[in-house]
């Protein structure tokens, strides 16, 4: 099966993610680190999951799913960011 784009992406922002978590629990932040390694990774599950769905309601119930989680991980970026956890640039 073809690798898409969006799976790849996915993929790529998880690894992302994982590093952002190494980087906040050397900084000893620990509750939003695990929240938003919850959701930043599920966001890339979810697209994986949707390949394999049965029938196109599944497919895009996992779609939106994977949307809400990163509506929910752009949250918690945004928490990071106003805390000085991390900047723009990070």
Excluded: C, W
């Excluded at 969006?6 to 790529?12: G, K, V």
């Excluded at 190494?22 to 000893?28: N, T």
């Excluded at 959701?39 to 394999?52: L, P, R, V």
Aim: proline residues 1%; hydrophobic residues 40%.
């Amino acid at each position: 099966m073809a690798e898409s784009r969006l799976r790849t992406l996915s993929i790529d922002f998880a690894v992302q993610i994982l590093n952002l978590i190494k980087f906040l629990k050397g900084q000893h932040e620990t509750i939003v680190s695990n929240q938003i390694g919850r959701a930043g990774t599920s966001i890339g599950a979810n697209i994986h999951e949707a390949q394999y769905a049965h029938g196109k309601p599944d497919f895009i119930a996992k779609l939106q799913i994977a949307l809400k989680e990163a509506h929910e991980t752009s949250y918690y970026l945004e928490l990071l960011l106003k805390t000085n956890y991390i900047d723009e640039t990070s």
